[in-house]
């Protein structure tokens, strides 16, 4: 397992950032559930359940402001999770610098994450951050829905929820 700092100060003021313990955990579950309906994420043909990922908190001024998880892997770190639960503090972006951190001291080259094509808001996140699209999987929500996900919504304002875009951000 990679060795993760163990608390990381934000640029807002009184924001900590820091791995979740066991401890966090019915934490975790009730902050993806209020963000996503539920911890069991579909990407990339795999179901899996995100509350048992390592991740980070944000905490800000004593509560809860955003909730990061991810998977190692051979040099490449995927966020599987990002949510800001108090927009604005800059809670998402201090995690993202928290989870790159961690890449980094552990070798990644880096870091990747999956997003559904409805998901414009998450796209100007990212590629604001130095995020840049590398691939369109066609079509691979439409499968995950099919095969491992049926609450997958079909569309979101508006917007047929199709496809999973691959972002990454390259470490040094």
Known sequence: MAQVPPVVEAASVNMVVRPITWGDRDLVVRLLGSAWGTTRMAAHGVLF??????????????????????????????????????????????????????????????????????????????????????ALHHDAVTRSRQTLKPSIPLEADGIPIRHELELELPLR
């Open 49 to 134: 359940d995100a509350a048992e990922l390592p991740g980070f908190l944000a905490i800000a001024d004593g509560e809860p402001a955003g909730v990061l998880t991810y998977r190692a892997g051979d040099g490449a770190w995927e966020i599987t999770t990002l949510n800001s639960v108090r927009p604005g503090l800059g809670a998402a972006t201090a995690l993202l610098d928290a989870v790159g951190e961690a890449a980094t001291a552990a070798g990644a080259r880096r870091l990747w994450l999956i997003t559904t094509n409805d998901n414009v808001h998450a796209l100007r996140f990212y590629q604001r951050r130095g995020f840049d699209l590398v």
